[in-house]
């Protein structure tokens, strides 16, 4: 793989507090030359599915040599693993906790290391804190691998293990596709990890969630102001919306809800 010098960050830091902003300023330090793109700082506390999922559905969008740090990291601190992974000629790391789980599961091709911490001192990158691993180890790691000084098995042992995906995959019938929402954006869109492959051979697609049967359409401006829909957004998987409103307050849902689509004739 050959560095872009793009890095990107998805983090559940949010944005109270310079701890974003330090990882940067780590990583221009190293390498003052990286364009570093903020992913998302917004992940739900300790939740590493939603940082997983947009990682996933996102990376492709970046040039090929791009490196992506995503940092949600309840076991910061303690025996938990760090992943290195090149994959699609993209490089990611993160925290082993399920993290990069469903990437991985679609993944046959990629290399997955686990970080050697014995690596590091080689690097300078001594006496990390207990709990802010992204400061003291991400940053300067995606440095490094960004100014293609090192590559992810200078610093890591190869492994066939790794922390699945906290959520399950979509239950697939033969005329319903049951998933659940993994994450509400900033309009109150519940969105889901239901792809749009799934519903492929489906004629009249209906969701059901929160006791609500919602119709599928192609996009927000085909229903009316005030009513519920559901569409294929952008990333290629279902969401459900409400025109010109907040779907997640007004069917009063929030991720973890479970969703199906159904193929109706009526």
């Known amino acids: 793989m050959q560095p872009s010098g793009i890095i990107t960050i998805t983090t559940d ?3 109270k507090g310079p ?3 330090v990882m940067k300023g780590v990583i221009l330090g190293r390498f003052p030359d ?3 793109v903020d992913l998302a700082h917004d992940i739900p506390a300790q939740w590493p599915p939603e940082a997983g999922f947009w990682v996933r559905h996102a990376y492709k969008y970046f040039p090929k040599g791009t490196v992506h740090v995503a940092i949600v990291d309840p076991g910061v601190g303690t025996e938990r693993e760090i992943l290195l992974v090149e994959y699609d000629d993209h490089v990611f790391i993160a925290p082993d906790n399920g993290l990069l789980g469903r990437l991985l599961d679609d993944a046959d091709d990629a290399d997955i290391y686990h970080l050697d911490a014995s690596r590091l001192a080689r690097l300078g990158i001594d006496n990390p804190s207990a709990t802010f691993h992204g400061r003291d180890i991400f940053a ?3 440095a490094e691998l960004a100014a293609d000084r ?3 098995a200078d610093v890591g042992r190869p492994t066939l293990d ?3 995906g906290w959520l399950d995959d979509p239950e697939v019938d033969h005329d319903s596709v049951t998933g659940a929402i993994v994450t509400v954006d900033a309009f109150g869109n519940l969105i889901s990890n239901i792809d749009q492959r799934a519903l492929a051979s489906f004629d009249n697609p ?3 969630i929160g006791g609500h049967k919602i119709q599928m359409l192609q996009t927000y401006g085909r ?3 005030g009513d519920f829909l559901a569409l294929i957004n952008s990333f290629g998987v279902v969401e459900i919306a409400k025109a010109e409103g907040s779907a997640a307050e007004g069917l009063g849902l929030e991720r973890g809800a479970p969703l199906t689509i159904r193929d109706s004739e009526d």
């Open 150 to 152: 090192i590559n992810v």
């Open 13 to 15: 830091f949010g944005h």
């Open 162 to 164: 790794w922390t699945p």
């Open 34 to 36: 990286a364009r570093v």
């Open 140 to 142: 300067p790691l995606a």
């Open 223 to 225: 229903a009316k102001p």
């Open 19 to 21: 701890f974003a902003a």
């Open 206 to 208: 209906i969701a059901l």
